[in-house]
């Protein structure tokens, strides 16, 4: 069984930062990849950033480059996603997902709810 947790979250001004984080464990998990997406209300789900569990490679979505950064230990798994500069678009639930033996997001967490406000 492999568990997906996401902590931090909660409400953020505009213009402040949050700092959210991933852990992963289980007996048979490989975690290649884990990565961060987000939902806000009444939207799908969309990839904001990925790391390698090399820690060399981190992919980051457009919309995101230049406000998060995306860490993560090579060979650990845990990820720590350090979001800057705030504003209201990024409201919703980040989820962290990690792949599994086919490369595919198998993992979820139950997700984490940011508020901007103003």
């Known amino acids: 069984q492999v568990q997906v947790e996401e902590y931090g979250g909660g409400l953020v001004q505009a213009g402040g930062s949050m700092r959210l984080t991933c852990t992963a464990s289980?007996?048979?998990?490989?975690?290649?990849?884990m990565a961060w997406f987000r939902q806000a209300a009444g939207q799908g789900r969309e990839f904001v950033a990925a790391?390698?569990?090399?820690?060399?490679?981190?992919a980051y979505a457009d919309s995101v480059k230049g406000r998060i950064n995306n860490s993560r230990e090579k060979g650990k798994n845990t990820v720590y996603l350090e979001m800057n500069n705030l504003n209201q678009e990024y409201t919703a639930i980040y989820y962290c997902g990690a792949t599994g033996p086919a490369d595919e997001y198998d993992f979820w967490g139950q997700g984490t709810q940011v508020t901007v406000t103003k």
């Open positions: 790391a390698r569990s090399s820690g060399g490679s981190t």
């Open positions: 289980g007996h048979t998990f490989y975690g290649v990849t």
